[in-house]
């Protein structure tokens, strides 16, 4: 029986019969689809019973592994995905800013993403040349922009063109695929900070699992409950965020952290309305603290840092 068939199965069985795949299981199959040796419509077919019954670490793990043998390693220090976009009501995408910031302090930040455009929600790419942040067209491009400039948009289709596609049968079939947690963590800077921001619960733990089941014992991951899903953190909620490591998958309890006293910009570049400017300040540094959280492993002196950044550019 070939490798889909056989994954079908497993999935697909009775109430009784079903279990997930395995990381090994889940790696050959996603390595036989990009190779061309499986059709779509099979790999639609295995992706929707898999999301019915919800994704396992293993299984979203085996993919991601099968997708980075193809992926190249830019050299970025921070990993940022950019893929649900914002909605109308919740402000532009201020973590665009955030990132920006820390790549003029000296990071090199790789943001990629997929712009799903009939959903109607404000993604960075709309805003990239706000802030003057380049689009690669291809992943060598996006090597030679992360040198020159410290910071990089790559589109999806540009590094992992046959995800876009299965992203896209949301549209057609429906309903979304295991995909849309696979491509967050496919980190095609090779980076060893990263951030996630996802929107239904248990997600957030997810994301950190996959890091740990991939294997890459030098990325360190912050995920947490996104602003829209996106990567954004909300400083308005208390949550609990996952935090994956060289030491394991570790969870952190972060309180409500508003600030009304806060520098603000002479100039908001995004052309924030005057009422939402301390909620977009206060994004921005809790954001750029989780993100730094990966490499200080300690909150305070994260915001501090994140707090100082800041600062220094409002003035």
């Known amino acids: 029986m070939s490798t889909i068939l056989e994954c079908i199965r497993t999935v697909g069985r009775g109430e009784r019969g079903r279990k ?3 990381f090994e ?15 779509d ?14 994704e396992t670490k293993q299984e979203i793990a085996g993919f991601v592994k099968a997708f980075q043998s193809r992926v190249p390693n830019l050299g970025a220090d921070i990993d940022w995905p950019c893929y649900a976009g914002k909605r109308q009501n919740a402000g532009q995408p201020w973590h665009l800013l955030a990132a920006k910031l820390l790549a003029d302090s000296g990071y090199k930040v790789l943001l990629h993403g997929y712009h799903d455009r009939p959903a109607g929600r404000l993604h960075a790419e709309d805003y990239l040349d706000k802030l003057n942040v380049a689009q690669a067209n291809s ?7 992360l040198e020159q400039k410290g910071i990089v948009y790559l589109p999806l289709k540009h590094f992992a063109p046959q995800a876009e596609t299965m992203i896209g049968w949301k549209n057609r079939y429906g309903l979304r695929t295991p995909i849309n947690t696979v491509v967050r963590a496919l980190n095609p800077g090779g980076a060893k900070l990263g951030l996630r921001g996802s929107f239904h619960p248990g997600f957030q733990q997810l994301h950190a699992d996959i890091e740990s089941e991939v294997g890459l014992t030098r990325h360190a991951v912050v995920s947490f409950k996104g602003q829209s899903g996106e990567s954004e953190y909300n400083p308005k909620v208390s949550q609990t965020v996952w935090v994956s490591t060289p030491r394991g998958v570790e969870s952190h309890y972060w309180t409500e952290r508003m600030l009304t006293d806060i520098p603000l910009p002479e100039k908001c570049v995004f052309d924030t309305p005057e009422e939402n400017l301390n909620m977009m300040a206060n994004t921005v540094v809790s954001t750029m603290a ?4 990966a490499e200080l ?4 002196r994260s915001f501090e840092k994140a707090y100082a950044l800041w600062a220094d550019y409002c003035r």
Do not use: C, K, S
Request: proline share 4%; no cysteine; glycine share 4%.
């Open 139 to 145: 992943p060598e491009h996006a090597q030679q922009l």
């Open 20 to 22: 997930p795949l395995t």
């Open 25 to 39: 299981q889940a790696y050959q199959v996603m390595d036989e689809y990009l190779d061309g040796q499986v059709g």
């Open 297 to 300: 492993n300690d909150l305070e």
């Open 290 to 293: 989780a993100t730094l959280f």
């Open 41 to 54: 419509d099979q790999m639609a077919m295995l992706l929707m019973l898999i999301r019915v019954q919800n």
